[in-house]
């Protein structure tokens, strides 16, 4: 008695001293308190277990409870706990060596805390490296529509959501948008390849109308993930390449969301015939458990931070980036991705949920199932032939149904009023068969009551 007493006070005090991430506050609908993982499974702080269809925020890749991960935390905090990054240490050098081996040679690998941290350290390294060629004109960085790339005032100037934003504007200057290609909602007799490179040419137009002298660096993540999980044809991402290049523009993929293995690759550009300028991670680098990421640039950009010139280093430092524990946690859950091949995992349980769902696309609501490895999104929309985005309450309804029975899912980020219709599963890669089975079983069941 006393101890659900205590746990209820537990609820009680968050209410009173929390102020949680981009939640509306409800009293009604107070957030979860969540005591303990293991495996895909989490409990609440009354004993309720749910399966955690988006691992987190798209970021418990191998699962919670590791042991692995806390003892490699354990012993370097116990030998060395911390050493900033003006200087290094052996887990830095030896994570900096496995992830550009990861990306195919040719990087190198500056350290921080964050996703956001690794864009704005990217557009940095952008400007100054332009500057530093004799193109001091360069600052501009073009992004899409729909995309998120972090919370901070450059990320979220690169940011396209525009409910995310409005309320703190203006903010940084220089950050443009253009769209993505939403192969679900192309215009109708247009082939997915034809759209595709018209988008691409779209980006290319708006560098020229910018003249190309001011564009420093274009960034986009492979497929847009919390966005609407919007998956472009691979001539898309090559065209951008291609265009980049031609312009002299960089080209920056965030790969927070899609890297390690998200979406059955190490990284998601690997699914295309790409070769970025910089390629940021963060989120599934140290599987969220504990905070680490890496801004990675090819050695001939780093090339011009060392010429040997008065100011041409890199002038940006943070305290946490980098930290010892971070690196050699983020080392060895690496190891377990690799010891459990959890890349190839990804790719063959994605299928696995996308045949499992695929019935649902003939239900009325069901206006688009699509994904790549383990990010999935099922487009909700009000009426199939307008496409018209189901409301709020619909998609809410949802959630909260699947939560009811036991699933934890997502939903689209905070695009612009209306168009938040885009349930998001992102369920870890180490999940098993049963919660795989079990996670198509929950959405079945939720999605045919809601026609019954
Ligand atoms: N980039 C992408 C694609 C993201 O999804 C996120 C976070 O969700 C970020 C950047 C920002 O990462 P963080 O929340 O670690 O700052």
Redesign the pocket.
């Known amino acids: 008695m006393e101890s659900v007493q205590k746990k209820q006070s537990l609820v009680e005090r968050d209410r009173q001293n929390v102020w949680h991430h981009i939640s509306p506050y409800s009293e009604k609908n107070p957030p979860m308190v969540v005591e303990e993982g293991k495996g895909s499974w989490i409990t609440d702080h009354q004993g309720k277990r749910y399966l955690d269809g988006m691992s987190g ?2 970021c418990v890749n191998v699962g919670y409870g590791r042991e692995e991960l806390a003892q490699a935390a354990y012993e370097q905090i116990k030998k060395m706990a911390y050493v900033p990054m003006t200087q290094s240490h052996g887990p830095a050098i030896e994570l900096a060596e496995k992830v550009n081996e990861m990306l195919g040679g040719d990087y190198v690998i500056f350290y921080s805390n ?4 690794a ?1 704005e350290v990217a557009f940095k390294m952008a400007r100054q490296y332009h500057q530093q060629k004799g193109e001091g004109t360069r600052y501009k960085v073009i992004s899409r529509y729909r995309a ?4 901070s005032a450059g ?1 979220l100037s690169a940011t396209g959501q525009a409910l995310r934003k409005y309320k703190y504007e203006p903010l940084t200057s220089g950050f443009l948008h253009v769209a993505p290609p939403d192969n679900y909602r192309k215009p109708e007799g247009m082939s997915i390849e034809d759209y595709n490179i018209a988008r691409a040419r779209e980006l290319e137009e708006t560098i020229i109308w910018e003249q190309k002298e001011t564009i420093a660096a274009v960034i986009m ?1 492979p497929l847009i ?2 966005g609407g999980v919007l998956v472009p044809d691979p001539v898309y991402v090559e065209k951008v390449q291609e265009v980049c290049n031609r312009h002299g523009v960089l080209l920056i993929i ?1 790969e ?2 899609c890297g390690f293995g998200r979406t059955g690759k190490a990284f998601g550009h690997q699914h295309f015939n790409i070769k970025p300028d910089m390629v940021t991670m ?2 599934g680098l140290t599987s969220a458990y504990l905070p680490l ?1 890496i801004t990675a640039v090819r050695k001939d950009i780093y090339e011009k931070f060392k010429d040997g010139k008065e100011n041409s280093h890199f002038r940006h430092v943070n305290t946490f980036g980098g930290n010892p524990a971070a690196c050699a946690l983020a080392l060895k859950n690496i190891e377990i991705m690799e010891k459990e091949n959890l890349f190839n995992r990804s790719a063959e349980a994605g299928n696995r949920l996308l045949n499992g769902l695929d019935d649902l696309r003939n239900l009325d609501f069901v206006g688009d199932i699509r994904g790549l490895g383990l990010i999935i999104g099922i487009e909700i929309v009000e009426d199939k032939l307008t496409k018209k985005p189901a409301s709020p309450e619909c998609v809410g309804g949802l959630i909260a149904a699947c939560k009811a029975n036991g699933l934890i899912i997502g939903k689209n980020g905070d695009t612009v009023a209306g168009h938040n219709n885009i349930l998001t599963l992102s369920p870890p890669l180490s999940s098993t068969d049963d919660d795989f089975d079990f996670i198509i079983n929950v959405l079945k069941k939720v999605f045919h009551e809601k026609v019954n």
């Open positions: 925020l798209f964050s996703g956001s941290d864009n998120y790339h972090g919370s990320a993540e993930t919390g965030d927070v969301i963060a989120k990421s």
